[in-house]
């Protein structure tokens, strides 16, 4: 069965709390039932993962690419911007990775604008909120299919 991953960073466990006006009021723990139920829909198994510390989110990382996950979808949360060592770490395996944020980050502050792990991404998907990562999921479905 073609595995995928789901890699949420810093500050993505308090989505339904943190900044709602932004994020909205859905959980995190929404957004896994959400995927599950996809992801049954297209015979795909899903691995959740979610750190506000980097160095976990990069051991996550390789622990998927050695077990053989064919891609994850990932939202790096501020990391986006800021982690060199998380963009090689997905620039260093073979997982296909599309890269997802909830908000419109070039609707936000400028330094949002910039992100060193989209030029290690498939694809990056920006201001659809949880159907982003809906999207994500069809695409890595489909990608492993051609």
Same mark, same amino acid.
């Given at each position: 069965?073609?595995?995928?991953?789901? =890699? +949420?960073?810093? +500050?993505?466990?308090?989505?339904?709390?943190?900044?709602?006006?932004?994020?909205?009021?859905?959980? /995190?723990? @929404?957004?896994?039932?959400?995927?599950?139920?996809?992801?049954?829909? /297209? @015979?795909? @198994? &899903?691995?959740?993962?979610?750190? !506000?510390?980097?160095?976990?989110? #990069? @051991?996550?990382?390789?622990?998927?690419?050695?077990?053989?996950?064919?891609?994850?979808?990932?939202?790096?949360?501020?990391?986006? *911007?800021?982690?060199?060592? /998380?963009?090689? $770490?997905?620039?260093?395996?073979?997982?296909?990775?599309?890269?997802? *944020? #909830?908000? +419109? &980050?070039?609707?936000?502050?400028?330094?949002? *604008?910039? %992100?060193?792990?989209?030029?290690? %991404?498939?694809?990056?998907? %920006?201001?659809?909120?949880?159907?982003?990562?809906?999207?994500? =999921?069809?695409?890595?479905?489909? $990608? !492993? *299919?051609?």
């Amino acid at each position: 069965m073609l595995k995928i991953g789901i =890699l +949420n960073g810093p +500050n993505l466990n308090r989505l339904g709390i943190r900044e709602p006006e932004i994020y909205g009021y859905e959980t /995190l723990n @929404d957004l896994k039932h959400i995927l599950v139920d996809e992801s049954h829909r /297209l @015979d795909v @198994d &899903v691995d959740f993962f979610q750190s !506000n510390h980097e160095g976990e989110m #990069i @051991d996550k990382i390789y622990e998927w690419a050695d077990a053989g996950f064919f891609g994850m979808i990932t939202n790096p949360g501020a990391y986006t *911007h800021t982690s060199i060592a /998380l963009r090689d $770490a997905i620039s260093s395996t073979n997982l296909k990775n599309v890269e997802v *944020h #909830i908000s +419109n &980050v070039y609707k936000r502050e400028e330094f949002r *604008h910039t %992100s060193l792990t989209a030029p290690v %991404s498939q694809g990056i998907i %920006s201001g659809l909120g949880f159907y982003g990562y809906v999207a994500a =999921l069809h695409y890595l479905a489909q $990608a !492993n *299919h051609k």
